[in-house]
Nanobody, 123 residues
């Protein structure tokens, strides 16, 4: 059982930056492939980025490629998402999740989820 906790969300102007964090107390957190998803009101939860347990493999949705960077610090049991050049369309609740089986871009492949952190981008 892993219980991730996200933080770092908030209100930011378009073009600005935010850094999200996701931490878990369980040491096993560092052994999972981890990902960020987001969900805007009335929309399905969508894949944002993922990172392998070693940190060597990273994958991004086309919509965030070149603007967002996923990283992790296994010594701190923490996952990060650096978000730059934020757009209005980036507004959503952002979730971190630990992958168990299946396609890494599919939410159903992730068993352990945080409660989410709200990111709101204003014009």
């Amino acid at each position: 059982q892993v219980q991730p906790v996200e933080s770092g969300g908030g209100l930011v102007q378009a073009g600005g930056s935010l850094r999200l964090s996701c931490a878990a107390s369980e040491r096993t957190f560092s052994s999972y492939t981890l990902a960020w998803f987001r969900q805007a009101p009335g929309k399905d939860r969508e894949f944002v980025a993922s990172i392998t347990w070693s940190g060597r493999g990273t994958y991004y949705a086309d919509s965030v490629k070149g603007r967002f960077t996923i990283s992790r610090d296994n010594a701190k049991n923490t996952l990060y998402l650096q978000m730059n050049s934020l757009k209005l369309d980036d507004s959503a609740v952002y979730f971190c999740a630990a992958h168990t089986s299946g396609s890494w871009y599919d939410p159903s492949a992730y068993t352990y989820w945080g409660q989410g952190t709200q990111v709101t981008v204003s014009s």
